[in-house]
């Protein structure tokens, strides 16, 4: 064999193997390392107490995921939150929901906000993933297949107010937090007049006022901070799921959101208005898709805190 064609075999192989080094830690091991991402946030008003709000999305539960299903549900001891956030996609099959009970049980009494994404209507199918370099992915007409119902009242017996294209309040230690929500973006299900006009009607009275949504299309988040809201709150993008190590851009976010924007804490600004956002990179995948690489499954913890002396909201990493 000549010396050029031997060079050009030996580098296809080594090709090969990182190739199969990164599939087998991406379905292998990456999955599995559930991680919790922590924030400081000063959205509060001056002189209020402190406010723990676990930030919970994207479980894609199925029943065979018992090691996500135990993280999870010692997610209740670690972090004992004050406040719930769940930006929707529980279910990740038709049996899902056994998983989902387990997981969030020790959750029960926690107060809290959910809003849906689609997989907690239909159940997930197969798709071509490089479909997602080209964007968003589309939908045909869909008849529900999964119990949402029966979703909808575990979550709301746990404590949690379904706040899809409308708004609520609750208090938590003596804080008021007001909240507006919408139902699935992707799907076009998200009613932004419902849901202002309900955050209006509860008036000004909040310590702080939240925008909930699964997916961060960039005209929910506009309307959002339109509205008022002091921190938004999403998911929807499992973070671009594959990314290049140590990239600040997703490759793919499948919605609108600058691709820098497609995982963690930054802050969105529309005419002249600036939030922090959070857009989590959840906790699952499709089972048609069992990879993480570059991106570990997640859940938030943010502390929300009394603003700074300046008054001037701020928000600082801590983890």
Not at 135 to 156: K, R, Y
Not at 258 to 274: F, I, K, V
Request: proline content about 6%; glycine content about 10%; some cysteine.
């Amino acid at each position: 064999m000549r010396p050029a064609a031997q060079t050009a075999l030996t580098a296809l192989g080594a090709v090969g193997a990182v190739g199969v080094a990164a599939g087998v830690w991406g379905v292998g091991i990456e999955r599995y390392l559930f991680t919790l991402r922590r924030h400081d946030l000063h959205v509060l008003p001056p002189g209020s107490p402190s406010v723990t709000v676990l930030h919970l999305s994207d479980a894609h539960m199925a029943p065979w995921q018992h090691r996500k299903q135990r993280w999870i549900a010692e997610i209740a001891d670690t972090v004992q939150p004050d406040l719930v956030i769940n930006t929707g996609d529980n279910l990740g099959h038709q049996d899902g929901l056994g998983g989902i009970r387990a997981a969030f049980a020790p959750l029960r009494g926690v107060p809290g906000f959910f809003v849906h994404g689609s997989n907690d209507k239909i159940a997930p199918s197969a798709r071509n993933p490089f479909k997602y370099f080209e964007g968003p992915s589309t939908h045909v007409e869909f008849t529900p297949s999964l119990d949402t119902d029966a979703l909808d009242d575990f979550l709301t017996g746990l404590g949690e107010t379904l706040i899809d294209n409308t708004a609520a309040s609750i208090r938590v230690g003596g804080v008021r937090i007001d909240a507006l929500g919408v139902d699935d973006a992707h799907r076009e299900l998200d009613d932004l007049d419902a849901a202002s006009a309900a955050f209006r009607a509860l008036g000004d009275d909040a310590s702080v006022r939240l925008g909930v949504t699964h997916a961060p299309y960039q005209r929910v988040l506009n309307a959002f901070t339109d509205a008022g809201a002091d921190l938004i709150l999403a998911g929807h993008t499992h973070g671009g799921q594959v990314r290049i190590p140590f990239a600040k851009k997703a490759l793919v976010s499948n919605c609108d959101i600058p691709l820098d924007q497609a995982r963690g804490l930054t802050r969105w600004s529309h005419d002249g208005r600036t939030v922090p956002l959070n857009v989590s990179a959840g906790l699952g995948h499709s089972i048609y898709a069992p990879v993480r690489f570059g991106c570990r499954p997640e859940a938030s913890v943010l502390v929300l805190r009394a603003r700074r002396a300046d008054d001037s909201p701020e928000g600082r990493s801590a983890g």
